[in-house]
């Protein structure tokens, strides 16, 4: 079975701090993605990675970066963590256009 | 540019009850398709997909979903409801790169 595993489960950060989400997968997958999840909103995409240290924008990269160093971690970045930032992040990663998600880490930003 | 619309923000039927929840895309080629399923505090699970051929697919947890390129639909059905269905349901199609858009959202909620 695939699996994708997320650094944290639950976290709570202060406003203006550096925030480091982690996803690992175990499946040697190309793609990898960070999506967050809103009420109402569905999972909106931050980021994408296709390969080792390439990555694209999604729909809301504002406030956010990402690093791809190994072909089996992704890491979200808030660079300075905001209010408007508190939300479930979800990592996935992806094989022939089917994607397999983590548990997702829930951040509260105070 | 791609869009997914899922009508109903929250359905409730009752344990046993068939079941369809409504999904339609916007999207200028022939889509993938995607159902994913969402547990309390849990990721995404994917129940079925949609590449090509056959327009009913058949999915886990007895789930099938059926693509009408006339209607731009890929709505999920399920005869026969059990209390663990009751969870949120995204449907969503595929884009460029692999990246997929999302639905909303429906909140299931079966009762007793």
């Known amino acids: 079975d695939v699996k994708v595993t997320q650094s944290s489960r639950y976290l709570v950060k202060r406003t203006g701090e550096k925030v480091f989400l982690e996803c690992v997968q175990d499946m040697d997958h190309e793609n990898m993605f960070w999506y967050r999840q809103d009420p109402g909103l569905g999972l909106r995409l931050i980021y994408f990675?296709?390969?080792?240290?390439?990555?694209e924008k999604g729909d809301i990269p504002e406030g956010y970066s990402v690093s791809r160093e190994k072909k089996e971690r992704f890491s979200l970045i808030l660079e300075s963590a905001s209010t408007n930032q508190t939300s479930m992040y979800l990592c996935?990663?992806?094989?022939?256009?089917?994607?397999?998600f983590g548990p997702g880490t829930r951040l509260t930003v105070t | 540019a791609q869009s997914v619309t899922q009508p109903d923000i929250h359905i409730t039927v009752s344990e046993g009850a068939s079941l369809e929840l409504r999904c339609n895309y916007s999207y200028g080629a022939t889509p993938y398709l995607f159902w994913y399923v969402q547990s309390p505090g849990q990721g995404l699970q994917l129940l079925l997909k949609?590449?090509?051929?056959?327009?009913l697919v058949q999915g886990i947890k007895g789930f099938e979903a059926e693509f009408k390129r006339s209607q731009s639909s890929f709505n999920l059905r399920k005869p026969s409801v059990h209390w663990s269905d009751a969870a949120e349901y995204f449907c969503?199609?595929?884009?460029?790169?692999?990246?997929?858009?999302f639905g909303a959202g429906t909140i299931l909620r079966v009762k007793s």
């Open positions: 996935a990663s992806s094989t022939q256009g089917e994607q397999y």
């Open positions: 949609y590449f090509s051929g056959d327009t």
């Open positions: 969503a199609v595929g884009r460029n790169g692999n990246k997929l858009v």
């Open positions: 990675s296709y390969d080792v240290k390439m990555k």
